[in-house]
Protein backbone atom coordinates (compact mmCIF):
# COMPACT_ATOMS: atom_id res chain seq x y z
CA UNK A 1 0.00 0.00 0.00
CA UNK A 2 2.91 2.23 1.12
CA UNK A 3 6.59 2.37 0.38
CA UNK A 4 9.51 4.29 0.60
CA UNK A 5 12.74 3.85 0.47
CA UNK A 6 15.68 6.66 1.06
CA UNK A 7 13.75 9.47 1.83
CA UNK A 8 14.98 12.92 2.89
CA UNK A 9 13.69 16.29 3.36
CA UNK A 10 16.07 19.37 3.14
CA UNK A 11 15.61 22.61 4.65
CA UNK A 12 18.05 25.51 4.27
CA UNK A 13 20.17 24.56 7.31
CA UNK A 14 18.95 21.23 7.98
CA UNK A 15 18.80 17.49 6.30
CA UNK A 16 16.27 14.82 7.70
CA UNK A 17 17.14 11.07 6.52
CA UNK A 18 14.15 8.73 7.31
CA UNK A 19 14.00 4.88 7.44
CA UNK A 20 12.44 2.55 4.60
CA UNK A 21 8.78 2.35 4.81
CA UNK A 22 6.74 -0.69 3.59
CA UNK A 23 3.25 -1.05 4.67
CA UNK A 24 1.18 -3.80 3.28
CA UNK A 25 -2.19 -3.49 2.44
CA UNK A 26 -4.55 -3.70 5.89
CA UNK A 27 -1.57 -3.24 8.05
CA UNK A 28 -1.54 -1.28 11.24
CA UNK A 29 2.00 0.84 11.43
CA UNK A 30 3.00 2.89 14.41
CA UNK A 31 6.02 5.64 13.95
CA UNK A 32 7.53 6.43 16.94
CA UNK A 33 10.60 8.82 17.64
CA UNK A 34 11.40 11.75 19.67
CA UNK A 35 10.45 14.79 19.48
CA UNK A 36 11.66 17.05 16.57
CA UNK A 37 13.14 13.99 14.60
CA UNK A 38 10.94 15.07 11.77
CA UNK A 39 7.57 12.71 12.13
CA UNK A 40 5.35 15.14 10.99
CA UNK A 41 7.90 16.71 8.47
CA UNK A 42 7.53 13.67 6.80
CA UNK A 43 3.62 13.11 6.69
CA UNK A 44 3.30 16.46 5.65
CA UNK A 45 5.83 16.23 2.61
CA UNK A 46 3.62 12.95 1.98
CA UNK A 47 0.35 13.69 2.40
CA UNK A 48 -0.13 17.87 3.02
CA UNK A 49 -1.08 20.42 1.19
CA UNK A 50 1.65 23.56 1.37
CA UNK A 51 5.00 21.93 2.55
CA UNK A 52 7.75 23.83 2.19
CA UNK A 53 10.79 21.93 2.17
CA UNK A 54 12.18 20.19 -0.36
CA UNK A 55 11.62 16.10 -0.53
CA UNK A 56 13.15 13.36 -1.93
CA UNK A 57 13.05 9.49 -2.37
CA UNK A 58 14.77 6.92 -4.17
CA UNK A 59 11.41 5.39 -4.36
CA UNK A 60 7.61 6.27 -3.16
CA UNK A 61 4.48 4.68 -3.67
CA UNK A 62 0.96 4.54 -2.69
CA UNK A 63 -1.01 1.64 -3.93
CA UNK A 64 1.39 0.78 -6.78
CA UNK A 65 2.27 4.70 -8.09
CA UNK A 66 4.90 7.31 -7.61
CA UNK A 67 3.24 9.47 -4.67
CA UNK A 68 4.18 12.79 -6.72
CA UNK A 69 3.19 11.71 -10.07
CA UNK A 70 -0.74 11.02 -7.92
CA UNK A 71 -1.02 14.64 -7.35
CA UNK A 72 -4.12 15.72 -5.75
CA UNK A 73 -5.62 12.34 -6.90
CA UNK A 74 -3.91 10.29 -3.86
CA UNK A 75 -6.74 12.16 -1.38
CA UNK A 76 -8.85 9.60 -3.34
CA UNK A 77 -6.73 6.94 -1.69
CA UNK A 78 -6.31 8.04 1.94
CA UNK A 79 -7.38 10.05 4.75
CA UNK A 80 -4.79 12.58 6.77
CA UNK A 81 -5.65 13.68 9.61
CA UNK A 82 -2.74 15.78 11.07
CA UNK A 83 -2.42 17.06 14.53
CA UNK A 84 -5.06 19.04 16.57
CA UNK A 85 -7.12 18.34 13.06
CA UNK A 86 -10.40 19.13 15.69
CA UNK A 87 -9.68 22.70 15.45
CA UNK A 88 -10.32 22.68 11.48
CA UNK A 89 -14.23 21.80 12.21
CA UNK A 90 -16.06 25.00 11.36
CA UNK A 91 -18.08 26.71 14.14
CA UNK A 92 -21.29 27.64 12.25
CA UNK A 93 -22.08 23.74 11.37
CA UNK A 94 -23.25 21.34 13.16
CA UNK A 95 -21.64 17.85 13.39
CA UNK A 96 -24.58 16.46 11.49
CA UNK A 97 -23.75 18.97 8.43
CA UNK A 98 -19.56 18.23 8.80
CA UNK A 99 -20.78 14.08 8.20
CA UNK A 100 -22.68 15.33 5.36
CA UNK A 101 -21.03 17.52 3.33
CA UNK A 102 -17.57 14.93 3.90
CA UNK A 103 -19.86 12.42 2.25
CA UNK A 104 -21.31 14.41 -0.28
CA UNK A 105 -18.19 15.41 -1.12
CA UNK A 106 -17.24 11.64 -1.46
CA UNK A 107 -19.83 10.74 -3.53
CA UNK A 108 -20.86 8.31 -0.60
CA UNK A 109 -24.63 8.05 0.92
CA UNK A 110 -25.57 9.01 4.53
CA UNK A 111 -26.86 5.62 6.52
CA UNK A 112 -27.85 6.18 9.55
CA UNK A 113 -27.68 3.06 11.01
CA UNK A 114 -24.25 2.95 10.15
CA UNK A 115 -22.91 6.07 10.88
CA UNK A 116 -24.78 5.44 14.56
CA UNK A 117 -22.68 2.36 14.95
CA UNK A 118 -19.72 4.30 14.46
CA UNK A 119 -20.29 7.02 16.77
CA UNK A 120 -21.50 3.95 19.51
CA UNK A 121 -17.96 2.53 18.80
CA UNK A 122 -16.13 6.03 19.36
CA UNK A 123 -18.38 6.51 22.47
CA UNK A 124 -20.22 9.44 21.06
CA UNK A 125 -23.75 10.34 21.21
CA UNK A 126 -26.11 10.35 18.38
CA UNK A 127 -27.46 13.31 20.27
CA UNK A 128 -23.83 15.19 19.44
CA UNK A 129 -24.98 15.41 15.50
CA UNK A 130 -26.97 18.43 16.14
CA UNK A 131 -24.54 19.85 18.36
CA UNK A 132 -21.65 22.90 17.07
CA UNK A 133 -18.13 22.27 17.67
CA UNK A 134 -18.58 24.91 20.49
CA UNK A 135 -20.94 22.62 22.18
CA UNK A 136 -18.45 19.52 22.35
CA UNK A 137 -15.25 18.97 24.65
CA UNK A 138 -11.69 18.57 22.85
CA UNK A 139 -12.14 14.60 23.27
CA UNK A 140 -15.18 14.82 21.38
CA UNK A 141 -13.97 16.91 18.74
CA UNK A 142 -10.89 14.78 18.07
CA UNK A 143 -12.83 11.37 17.83
CA UNK A 144 -15.51 12.84 15.58
CA UNK A 145 -12.58 13.77 13.46
CA UNK A 146 -11.63 10.44 13.28
CA UNK A 147 -15.10 9.34 12.44
CA UNK A 148 -15.00 11.96 9.59
CA UNK A 149 -11.54 10.35 8.33
CA UNK A 150 -12.95 6.81 8.14
CA UNK A 151 -16.53 8.00 6.74
CA UNK A 152 -14.37 8.46 3.63
CA UNK A 153 -13.77 5.13 3.42
CA UNK A 154 -9.96 5.51 2.97
CA UNK A 155 -7.85 2.58 1.67
CA UNK A 156 -5.22 4.67 3.95
CA UNK A 157 -5.81 6.35 7.10
CA UNK A 158 -2.79 8.98 8.05
CA UNK A 159 -2.89 9.56 11.72
CA UNK A 160 -0.59 12.00 13.25
CA UNK A 161 -0.70 12.12 17.39
CA UNK A 162 -4.64 11.27 17.26
CA UNK A 163 -4.21 11.42 21.39
CA UNK A 164 -3.12 14.68 21.97
CA UNK A 165 -4.30 17.15 23.94
CA UNK A 166 -7.61 14.57 25.10
CA UNK A 167 -8.01 12.78 28.59
CA UNK A 168 -7.65 9.38 29.58
CA UNK A 169 -11.05 8.25 28.71
CA UNK A 170 -10.92 9.61 25.49
CA UNK A 171 -7.69 7.96 24.06
CA UNK A 172 -9.32 5.07 25.69
CA UNK A 173 -12.25 4.95 23.44
CA UNK A 174 -10.21 5.62 20.57
CA UNK A 175 -7.64 2.66 20.88
CA UNK A 176 -10.52 0.45 20.90
CA UNK A 177 -11.86 2.05 17.97
CA UNK A 178 -8.10 2.12 16.36
CA UNK A 179 -8.06 -1.94 17.58
CA UNK A 180 -11.11 -2.61 15.42
CA UNK A 181 -9.81 -1.24 12.31
CA UNK A 182 -6.88 -3.60 12.00
CA UNK A 183 -7.01 -5.33 8.96
CA UNK A 184 -10.12 -3.41 7.22
CA UNK A 185 -8.28 -0.13 6.80
CA UNK A 186 -4.45 0.29 6.07
CA UNK A 187 -2.93 2.51 9.40
CA UNK A 188 -0.13 4.70 9.74
CA UNK A 189 0.06 6.44 13.55
CA UNK A 190 2.80 8.95 14.75
CA UNK A 191 2.60 8.57 18.48
CA UNK A 192 4.83 9.31 21.23
CA UNK A 193 3.42 6.48 23.70
CA UNK A 194 5.01 3.21 22.82
CA UNK A 195 2.44 2.08 25.26
CA UNK A 196 -0.61 2.96 22.30
CA UNK A 197 1.48 1.97 19.50
CA UNK A 198 2.21 -1.77 21.34
CA UNK A 199 -1.39 -1.87 22.00
CA UNK A 200 -3.02 -1.17 18.18
CA UNK A 201 0.28 -1.79 15.85
CA UNK A 202 0.89 -4.51 14.01
CA UNK A 203 4.84 -2.82 12.99
CA UNK A 204 6.55 -0.20 14.80
CA UNK A 205 8.87 2.30 12.79
CA UNK A 206 11.70 3.73 15.30
CA UNK A 207 12.66 7.11 13.62
Keep these: MLVLEKARIEYPNLTLRYPDMHVKAGEFVGISGASGCGKTSLLEALFGHDFTGAFFYDKGLLAGTDIKALGDAKYR ?13 NPKLTMLQHLQLTLKGNGLPYDKEEFEELLDRLRLPTTLLDRYPAMMSGGQKQRFVLLLCVARQPQLLILDEPSSAI ?40 F
Design 167 to 206: DMISLRDMVSFLVGLRGKITVVMVAHSLALLSKTADQIIN
Design 77 to 89: LMSYCPQFSQNAL
